[in-house]
């Protein structure tokens, strides 16, 4: 990779988006692509360019970054008929920063190998205040070299990046670590539920988490949500809820995991495209 090497993005969402607004104030050359073409505009105005489809950015860009939702997502992005393995370009460096599974990271490995690309898995942990500030921790599988090929661009998006081993341990990480966001948005749900069930005001149990030893900036940001009754999702309980069955998948089925699992499962029908900490209002019902 060059000094200034041309970057590719793929997935405007959520985190997609500021994350790539953070590459382009950086000085990187910019392509983007997204299926929502609107969801481009921005960063056009801001001096990127766009890419018809995926093989097309994969011409114009010498590391490919992907933010998008699931295994489907990544399946049709890599392999598909204008995906990024049907350009005829080799040489690539593929950093897939989706929460996705273990499985789907190696199997794309294993295919980006074949067409001379190399892929890295590195999922983030953190939400939209921390794209927006390029305080995410990274936690990225793969080969060694090809992480510390691209660390320079990392430091612009996280705060940490970590490199955990072999293709999809970055995966395994993050579901580790979403796991236990499952478990602090139901507990900090039932401790507000709690203390309204008794009388106390939401604004006090707030001020006595955010000072204790369990003060943290997830309690303090959902503990926020709860009192504005402000389920606007930055982080959407659909997603955590497919993390969640993607870590059973892999075998996390201990009391809390599967306790977790199922309130999840159970609140997304209705709740899927709130913000996590809706999940009070599944509890509450």
């Known amino acids: 990779?060059?000094?200034?090497?041309?970057?590719?993005?793929?997935?405007?969402?959520?985190?997609?988006?500021?994350?790539?607004?953070?590459?382009?104030?950086?000085g990187y050359p910019l392509t983007v692509y997204n299926r929502s073409k609107d969801k481009e505009e921005a960063l056009r105005a801001a001096g990127a360019a766009t890419a018809d489809s995926p093989a097309a950015l994969a011409q114009q860009a010498d590391v490919v970054f992907l933010m998008v939702s699931d295994d489907?997502?990544?399946?049709?992005?890599?392999?598909?008929?204008?995906?990024?393995?049907?350009?005829?370009?080799?040489?690539?460096?593929?950093?897939?920063?989706?929460?996705?599974?273990?499985?789907?990271?190696?199997?794309?490995?294993s295919l980006s190998q074949e067409h001379g690309h190399?892929?890295?898995d590195a999922p983030v942990s953190g939400s939209v205040k921390q794209a927006e500030t390029g305080q995410l921790v990274i936690m990225a599988g793969g080969d060694e070299a090809a992480f510390q090929q691209v660390q320079p661009l990392f430091g612009h998006l996280g705060k940490?990046?970590?490199?955990?081993?072999?293709?999809?341990?970055?995966?395994?990480?993050?579901?580790?670590?979403?796991?236990?966001?499952g478990v602090y948005a139901q507990g900090l749900a039932e401790t507000f539920l709690f203390a309204r069930q008794h009388g106390l005001r939401a604004?006090?149990?707030?001020t006595i988490v955010t000072n204790s030893a369990l003060g943290n900036v997830f309690s303090k940001l959902k503990g926020e949500a709860i009192?504005?009754?402000?389920?606007?999702?930055?982080?959407?309980?659909?997603?955590?809820?497919?993390?969640?069955?993607?870590?059973q998948a892999e075998g996390l089925n201990t009391p809390l995991a599967q306790t977790v699992?199922?309130?999840?499962?159970?609140?997304?029908?209705?709740l899927g495209d709130e913000d996590v900490i809706a999940v009070i209002k599944h509890l509450q019902a």
Do not use: C
Request: no cysteine.
């Open 118 to 120: 190399t892929y890295l």
């Open 227 to 247: 009192m504005a009754d402000n389920y606007q999702a930055a982080f959407a309980l659909k997603l955590l809820a497919k993390d969640l069955r993607l870590a």
């Open 72 to 109: 489907q997502a990544i399946r049709e992005l890599f392999a598909g008929p204008d995906g990024l393995l049907a350009a005829a370009a080799r040489g690539k460096l593929l950093v897939n920063m989706s929460t996705v599974s273990p499985g789907i990271s190696e199997e794309m490995a």
């Open 1 to 26: 990779m060059t000094a200034q090497p041309r970057v590719g993005w793929i997935g405007l969402g959520n985190m997609g988006t500021p994350m790539s607004h953070r590459l382009l104030a950086a």
């Open 203 to 206: 604004e006090d149990m707030q």
């Open 160 to 181: 940490l990046a970590l490199h955990l081993g072999a293709t999809g341990n970055g995966n395994r990480a993050k579901l580790a670590i979403n796991s236990l966001l």
């Open 261 to 270: 699992h199922q309130t999840f499962q159970q609140a997304e029908p209705a």
